[in-house]
């Protein structure tokens, strides 16, 4: 309901409006599952715009996104999400292992509250930004991949409260900086993450660079490569497999059913192992799904370091065929391939990794576009996606 209201409250605020949309979202991943449903965009005058919309499927959610332009270089935004009903296929295997039977579906709901500012620089090659989040994960259960209930009896799953701080920079040396059609642009940036109970606070850096190479009028090679380290600051009160059981709880012994007390054991183990390594070594941006490599699950891969690098081939087809063939739209072939390593080591990031071939179509109009993606890859996984945000 507070919610509701502050968003009620910014949309009568603002002076008349110059432009309006209706968006449809919808979208399907490994790991999540389908969501579909609106979003309505207002442009008013003087530099402010709105965002609502809501979603429902395999997760319910609502959002809202308010920005200020104060000029063509400088923009803040103040956003919020709720959402809930949610179901997450996770695992807590560390690094790239491929074992993949202790997969549990992990239900939860939660909010997300964000300030954040960006500011062009130098003709537009130059961006900074800054954000401040504030989130909370409640937790409810835990199913296993039959969707059969695993008690946790008595056990303290610890509610995530977050708070993150990031700063970014990325450099844009493009033909264009806003519209690229060819260049180079590097990136990075420094996030510190703080507030939650049972973990140990980390600052994660995320940095990497993406190459936009045109061959022809209409197909061009896109290269991008990424890199994610944790800086762990270790919680001394659960930085031991002994302090972290304590703390969780779970009373797996009580449980009478062997089969049930079983289930319960193997997840707690689970558990705890990840957390261990979680507050002594950090977590990094996880690897895996729409982000690459893009024939595993969404955050499939999880360590202390990861990297990405991808290769896309762009044909465009309304090029090509004289279809969809103006400025503000363009209807793509997509052919890519992902290479992923994740270890808890950095010195041995890149002994191993997972790999993913696969194809692609995308329809954009202006800033929106539908994406459909299948892929293959490494230990016989396949995946497919789907993303849809045009306007009406």
Same mark, same amino acid.
């Given at each position: ?12 605020? &603002? ?5 309006? *949309? ?12 389908? %969501?579909?449903?609106?979003?309505? !965009? ?9 965002? @609502? ?11 809202? /996104? ?11 935004? /103040?956003?919020?999400? %709720? ?8 695992? +807590? ?10 997969? +549990?579906? &992990? ?14 620089? &130098?003709?537009? +090659? ?14 409810? !259960? ?58 140990? #606070?980390?600052?994660?850096? =995320? $940095?990497?660079? =993406? ?11 896109? /290269?991008?490569?990424? $890199? ?6 270790? =919680?001394?009160? $659960? #930085? ?33 192992? $990840? ?6 070594? *950090? ?5 895996? *799904? ?26 465009? &087809? ?15 072939? @997509? ?21 993913? =071939? ?26 497919? !996606? ?7």
């Amino acid at each position: 309901m507070k919610l509701i209201l502050i968003t009620m409250t910014l949309f009568t605020a &603002l002076p008349k409006s110059t432009q309006a *949309g209706v968006f449809p979202l919808a979208a399907s991943y490994d790991g999540i599952g389908g %969501v579909y449903g609106v979003a309505y !965009s207002q442009k008013f005058s003087e530099g402010h715009s709105l965002l @609502v919309g809501g979603a429902g499927g395999d997760l319910t959610a609502f959002g809202a /996104l308010y920005t200020k332009m104060f000029n063509k270089n400088f923009e803040v935004s /103040l956003g919020a999400l %709720v959402f809930d009903n949610v179901q997450l296929t996770t695992t +807590y295997e560390r690094g790239l292992t491929d074992d993949e039977n202790d997969r +549990y579906l &992990l239900n939860f709901k939660g909010n997300a509250y964000a300030l954040g500012s960006k500011l062009w620089l &130098l003709s537009d +090659y130059l961006v900074l930004g800054f954000s401040a989040t504030q989130s909370k994960i409640e937790f409810d !259960s835990y199913q296993d991949s039959s969707q059969d209930e695993i008690s946790l009896t008595g056990a303290n799953l610890f509610d995530i409260d977050t708070t993150e701080l990031k700063l970014s920079i990325e450099g844009r040396f493009y033909d264009n900086p806003r519209v690229p059609t060819m260049g180079i642009g590097v990136l990075g940036s420094i996030s510190d993450i703080s507030g939650r109970t049972g973990q140990s #606070d980390q600052k994660v850096l =995320n $940095y990497g660079a =993406n190459i936009i190479a045109p061959l022809s009028s209409f197909f061009s090679l896109r /290269l991008k490569a990424q $890199y994610s380290d944790a800086i762990v600051r270790v =919680n001394t009160s $659960y #930085d031991t497999d002994t302090e972290i059981r304590t703390a969780l709880g779970a009373n797996c012994s009580s449980i009478v059913d062997a089969s049930e007390r079983a289930s319960c054991e193997r997840l707690e183990n689970n558990l705890v192992d $990840y957390i261990l390594l979680n507050n002594t070594r *950090g977590t990094a941006t996880p690897i895996g *799904g729409s982000g690459g490599p893009r024939s595993f699950r969404q955050l499939r891969f999880k360590a202390a370091h990861t990297a990405l690098y991808s290769i896309e081939g762009h044909t465009s &087809l309304s090029k090509l065929f004289n279809f969809l063939n103006n400025k503000n739209s363009n209807f793509l072939f @997509v052919i890519f391939h992902d290479t992923g390593y994740a270890n808890d080591d950095k010195s041995r990031l890149f002994e191993n990794f997972k790999v993913s =071939n696969g194809v692609g179509l995308r329809i954009t109009k202006g800033s929106n576009a539908i994406n459909l993606q299948a892929a293959r890859g490494s230990d016989e996984s396949s995946s497919w !996606s789907l993303s849809l945000g045009s306007a009406i």
